[in-house]
């Protein structure tokens, strides 16, 4: 099975949770480092591990959001509010 993560994160974590249940992940040469292969059974697979890493994959990113909010604010400013929306410029004629 080939399975394409969004980011280095959660393919580490993935990996993680492959290594837990015994699996070996891989990847082919020149395959992209958050591109993981991985040699199970479909079922067990899709029940366990999938499932699994879709429970927990939400909870590193908070983590990180929360960590970053913070670290903004205590080091650099306290107001970590996003930019603000401007009306699109008019165009010329």
């Not at 990847?27 to 697979?45: D, E, G």
Request: proline share 8%; aromatic share 14%.
């Amino acid at each position: 099975m080939k399975f394409s993560m969004p980011d280095h994160w959660s393919a580490r974590l993935f990996i993680a949770l492959c290594h837990r249940y015994g699996f070996k992940p891989f990847q082919y040469a020149r395959q992209r480092s958050t591109t993981i292969m991985v040699k199970a059974p479909r079922r067990f697979f899709d029940a366990v591990v999938r499932r699994q890493f879709s429970d927990v994959h939400a909870d590193p990113w908070l983590y990180f959001e929360e960590t970053t909010e913070r670290l903004i604010r205590e080091a650099i400013h306290a107001d970590s509010t996003d930019a603000e929306t401007a009306p699109d410029p008019i165009a010329l004629p």
